[in-house]
Nanobody, 123 residues
Framework: VQLQASGGGLVQAGGSLTLSCVAS????????LGWFRQAPGKGRDFVAA????????SYADSVKGRFIISRDNAKNTVYLHINNLKPEDTAAYYC?????????????????WGQGTLVTVSS
């Protein structure tokens, strides 16, 4: 089971970015998916999650209205669309997967993790 995240980069404040995470080794629609982020010198925080079908989502308060999580089960891919980027969004972003039916927002609920993709927002 592998998760491969990509799409990070250096972006100016107010800009947009889309992160992608491709899953391999399991059927994408058997797993709930989520994004977490870790800012320099801080712990890893929940960002967004989506259930197996893509019909239900959850977001951290700090990103509501700016971030959108979506998934394409045919492509085994989950996306994080980020709008109106702020310097405080600078972090390594991680995708993760779990086999439970309900959306999970706790880091400990996720069984599989991708490597981080770095997003740097300049002011």
């Amino acid at each position: 089971v592998q998760l491969q995240a990509s799409g990070g980069g250096l972006v100016q404040a107010g800009g947009s970015l889309t992160l992608s995470c491709v899953a391999s080794g399991f059927s994408d629609d058997d797993y709930g998916l989520g994004w977490f982020r870790q800012a320099p010198g801080k712990g890893r925080d929940f960002v967004a999650a989506i259930d197996r079908s893509g019909g239900s989502t959850s977001y951290a308060d700090s990103v509501k209205g700016r971030f959108i999580i979506s998934r394409d089960n045919a492509k085994n891919t989950v996306y994080l669309h980020i709008n109106n980027l702020k310097p405080e969004d600078t972090a390594a972003y991680y995708c993760a997967a779990h086999p439970r039916l309900r959306i999970q927002i706790r880091e400990s609920s996720y069984d599989f993790w991708g490597q981080g993709t770095l997003v740097t927002v300049s002011s």
